[in-house]
């Protein structure tokens, strides 16, 4: 799979493990973008220190294009991470969820050696 990485010089690069990002998902990400009624952002994804695991995930619209940033075309979708975060979300699949008990974007990421029984955050 090809993404742009974001530079002084656009180019592209090979990402073997990439975010996966669910047709539901998807479909949930450009529904919001109707409702911004902007059609210019990306969904940035990121991991950040925090949380009571440690690190924390960041899913947020962006249109920033940051030095080493890697951005897919994900279902019709512009997904963007950080050069610093892509180490940490190489295989995540990002999903929507909606029923009784939760409503939101779950990652279900193979790089976490655990979490906290909330889920907000991972090691």
């Known amino acids: 799979m090809t993404a742009e990485v974001s530079s ?3 180019e592209e690069v090979t990402i073997n493990s990439s975010v996966v990002l669910t047709d539901v998902a998807a479909e949930k990400v450009r529904t919001l973008l109707i409702q911004e009624g902007r059609d210019d952002l990306n969904l940035r994804i990121a991991v950040q220190p925090g949380g009571c695991s440690g690190l924390r995930y960041q899913l947020f619209f962006d249109d920033r294009k940051l030095d080493g940033d890697v951005r897919e075309e994900i279902s019709g979708v512009g997904v963007v991470v950080d050069r610093m975060s892509v180490p940490y979300l190489g295989g ?11 409503q939101g974007f779950t990652i279900d990421n193979p790089n976490a050696g655990g979490s906290c029984a909330c889920g907000d955050s991972f090691s």
């Not at 995540?92 to 939760?102: G, L, R, S």
Request: glycine share 0%.
């Open 8 to 10: 002084d010089v656009t």
């Open 92 to 102: 995540a699949i990002i999903d929507f969820v909606d029923t009784i008990e939760k």
